[in-house]
């Protein structure tokens, strides 16, 4: 298998929502996924963009997706990077398309002298959490991720008492 992983450009937006389109049905989240290929355009490739994305082709077929941004820890004293999403099309599962990514991003890391390379997994994505531990990446269990969005994180913007389900 030949794979590459190049640089993600604007006439990419239109695969890489397809690829966010396809992870969020996957990840049973579907309704949740409310951004527009402009959208994507416009957050990847705009002026204000933060991310950063790679497209992965496995022999010249777009098997895959990633989407990165640094961070940064105090801790460390050094930036992180961070992993927001990393798709590989059903098919081409199994083909080494998603270590490669993974490779990639671990050598752009180290290339950054990024203290950390982190991301997320759904704890019912066992198959996925398997992939992670078989490349030696280790969970994090004692951190609880919270999250502020939508309505709540404009109520709580604009000092108005949040309301709690």
């Known amino acids: 298998m030949n794979i ?3 640089a ?10 397809r690829f966010i389109t396809e992870l969020a049905i996957y990840e049973r989240a579907e309704r949740e996924m ?3 290929v402009a959208d ?3 957050s990847l490739f705009g002026p204000k963009a933060k991310a950063q994305a790679l497209m992965c082709h496995v022999d010249g077929v777009l098997a895959g997706f990633a989407v990165y941004f640094f961070s940064y820890s105090t801790w ?3 930036n992180g990077l961070y ?8 098919e081409m599962r199994g083909a080494g398309a998603g270590k490669a990514l993974l490779k ?4 752009l890391a180290c290339e950054h002298d990024c203290g950390r390379f982190e ?3 759904l704890d019912w994505n066992q198959p996925a959490i398997d992939f992670y531990q078989s490349i030696g990446a280790k969970p994090q269990a004692e951190w609880i991720r919270y999250r502020l969005a939508g309505d709540d994180l404009r109520r709580f913007a604009h000092g108005e008492e949040t309301i709690t389900a």
């Open 4 to 6: 590459r992983i190049t």
């Open 76 to 78: 460390l004293g050094k």
């Open 104 to 107: 990639y991003l671990a050598q």
């Open 83 to 90: 992993l927001e999403d990393l798709y590989i099309t059903p």
């Open 34 to 36: 409310v951004a527009s």
């Open 40 to 42: 994507i355009e416009a």
């Open 119 to 121: 991301w997320s997994v």
């Open 8 to 17: 993600a450009r604007p006439q990419d937006s239109a695969d890489i929502h």
